[in-house]
């Protein structure tokens, strides 16, 4: 993903499918042409870089010129079409080629079609890189067309976002921001956050991604990862990084429809802090906040003692593993306090008190969102 200004774009057609499409194109017209030589006119600013590799690739001899018009201001299509250098040779009785980037509501075609209307040339032939059909308006025939777009804004291989973007080989496609609501629940061990997140997922229809459940389900149904998971959670210590991170993918992948998430001991590390943040990102979501449960440490050991009663949990029956797994926290997780602070996005939450005190608490944050 990339950022031009204040927008975000993701990758969306790569070098090798443009380089493909110009190859189509250059042998269709060289075929076509025959032995004419044709005079291919590019429209600046954003043809320089087809008309360069097109040319290129043609096979014949040619001639290359161009004109100059400004269509585009920020995201739409302007209807004001500047012609800024016109025609500067005779092309009476040439075959020429108009080589556009991209056509899409046509403007700058009738503005095209405006100068050659006096030229007296032999054929005006016009082909496009890229075309966006539900876009265009006009009638006009464009005879070669390398790729078919929607109607998305692209930016790349010559195509600009306000002045930026056009030297990138690749075209990237503006990223539209579905309206999820992504929260990370955090707080140490024993503050609540799987309690509070029963409540909050039915509030707010999200899905909630326990990384501690799933690995405890795995430990139950013996799998290879539960094996894995057991060895570190028996003692209190985190999972390796990666083995945690590739399960959360794979966690989300399962809810695509999901219209938000609430992770809940994840992330625990500013690695998988990075990759959430990724992950989100192939979403065109983000996290929204991380909400944290504060609560004293010996408040959090006495309540993961009660909890062990009844649990079953290895990790809470033990006094020296809870405080183990305190310290982790503190050692490794509590600086992804700092992570989310820096992009504005944490906010503290009291975690003592009744349960439903806890959860309007944290819905006064979420409700400000
Ligand atoms: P929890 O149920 O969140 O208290 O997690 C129980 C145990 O699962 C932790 O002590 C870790 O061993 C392991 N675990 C859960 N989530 C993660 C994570 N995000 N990264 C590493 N280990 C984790």
Redesign the pocket.
Known sequence: MIKLHDKYFKPFISAKEIDDAISRMATDIANDLGDEIPVFIGILNGSFMVVSDFVKKYPKPCEVTFIKLASYEGLKSSDDIQRLIGLTQDLTGRTVVILEDIIDSGKTLAEVHRIFKGENVKQLLIATLFYKPEAYKKDYKLHYVGIEIPNKFIVGFGLDYDGLGRDIPEVYQIKTIEHMTNIVLFGP?GAG??TQAEFLKAQYNLVHI????V??YNIKNETALGTL?RS??D???????E??IKM?NAEVDKNADAVGFIF??????NA?AKALDELMATKDSHINAMIALEVDDEVLVQRLLERGKTSG?A?DADEAIIRN?IT?YYNKTAILKDYYSAENKYFGVNGIGSIEAITVRLSEVIDTL
């Open positions: 061990p956050k799987g326990s990384t501690g459940d690995f405890r998971a570190y959670m003692k209190g210590e985190l999972v390796p990084d083995v945690t959360l809940d001991g994840f992330p625990r590390t998988q949990r990790d797994r982790e």
